[in-house]
Each structure stands twice: as structure tokens, then as C-alpha cells.
């Protein structure tokens, strides 16, 4: 069993910046870690991807050159930092854990094991 707790989330201006954490018990291996999006009314959106091993990083379009995923081994945590955001990006966002490679770079989340509950990130003026 993992356990994922996302923090960080909060309300900002557009163009603003905000970092989200994610920590993870239970496993400290894993084969990626990934962020998901979920706006009212819409389906999880996934946003970006980062290997267990090594610094590997897959993103959704809407995130290159804005979004950026990072890993801590020291504290199994993962980071989303997010520049210049922007009303549309205002959603739920939670991480997601493939503890297995039967999908190189999985970008749905049924192609996840884990998921935690989400923090709630709100961009507006």
C-alpha cells in the first residue's frame, strides 16, 4: 500500500507561481510519479511525469515551459513547481504513482496505482 498526501495548494493572481508537494509512504521505490489536474465538471487532465530512477520528465503541452516536476530521494517527495499561471489552470491537483514499468511513460491515470486526494489550487485576480 502507498500513500500519497499532496500539499501547497492554494489561491493566486494569474501569472502568479505556486509549488506543490507530494509526499509518499509506504514504498520508497516506484517506477514514476505523476501529476494529474481536475477541474470542475471535467476529467482528470494529466500534466507531467517524472521517473523513479534517474531525473527523466514527461509533460502535457500546456505545461512545457511552465510546469516543472522534481524528486527529493531524501524525503520520497515530488514537487510541482508552476509559473505563470493562469485562470484555466485553476483545478484539483493530485499525484499518482506507477510502481511497476508495464507503461514506460503512463499519462493516464488508470496506468496508476496510487493516487492521493488532491489540493486545490485556485488562479484569479
Known amino acids: 500500500q502507498v500513500q500519497l498526501v499532496e500539499s501547497g495548494g492554494g489561491l493566486v493572481g494569474p501569472g502568479g507561481s505556486l509549488r506543490l508537494s507530494c509526499a509518499a509512504s509506504g514504498r520508497t521505490t516506484w517506477h514514476r510519479m505523476g501529476w494529474f489536474r481536475q477541474a470542475p465538471g471535467k476529467e482528470s487532465e494529466f500534466v507531467g511525469t517524472?521517473?523513479?530512477?534517474?531525473?527523466?520528465?514527461w509533460y502535457a503541452d500546456f505545461a512545457k515551459g511552465r510546469f516543472t516536476i522534481s524528486r527529493n530521494d531524501a524525503d520520497h517527495t515530488v514537487s510541482l513547481q508552476m509559473n505563470s499561471l493562469k485562470s484555466e489552470d485553476t483545478a484539483v491537483y493530485f499525484c499518482?504513482?506507477?510502481?511497476?514499468?508495464?507503461?514506460?511513460?503512463?499519462?493516464?491515470?488508470?496506468?496508476?496505482?496510487?493516487w492521493g486526494r488532491g489540493t486545490q489550487v485556485t488562479v484569479r485576480s
Open positions: 517524472i521517473a523513479g530512477i534517474g531525473s527523466g520528465t
Open positions: 499518482a504513482v506507477s510502481l511497476t514499468g508495464r507503461i514506460l511513460v503512463p499519462t493516464k491515470l488508470p496506468e496508476y496505482d496510487y
